[in-house]
């Protein structure tokens, strides 16, 4: 029997491919399909990344790069992780 393909992270492939030493690239986010998370990578001024992580559905996924704020629920609106979802925008 083959052995399944395994696949890198994200976050490996932009690594791997030379994404992170492009100039202009200054920050990314990484949004998970699977569960509530999101990654935000940003770029600091000694050319080192720093990560912030959110897992909370209540959280704000803010783009500072754009000067907007979403909340991480609006990116999930929809989603279905295993039999039941917290995954739904904030009432207004």
């Known amino acids: 029997m083959p052995m399944p393909r395994r696949e890198l992270p994200l976050n490996s492939f932009l690594q791997a491919t ?11 986010w990484l949004i998970d399909c699977e569960c509530v998370k999101a990654e935000h ?12 992580s959110i897992e ?4 704000m996924f803010a783009r500072e790069s754009l000067g907007i704020e979403v909340p991480l629920a609006r990116l999930y609106f929809g989603a ?13």
Do not use: K
Not at 18 to 28: I, N, S
Not at 80 to 92: K, N, T, V
């Open 80 to 92: 279905i992780f295993g039999e039941l979802s917290d995954a739904r925008p904030p009432s207004s």
């Open 41 to 52: 990578w940003t770029r600091t001024d000694v050319n080192e990344w720093r990560l912030h």
């Open 18 to 28: 030379g994404v992170r030493r492009m100039p202009g690239c200054r920050e990314y």
């Open 56 to 59: 909370d559905i209540n959280a």
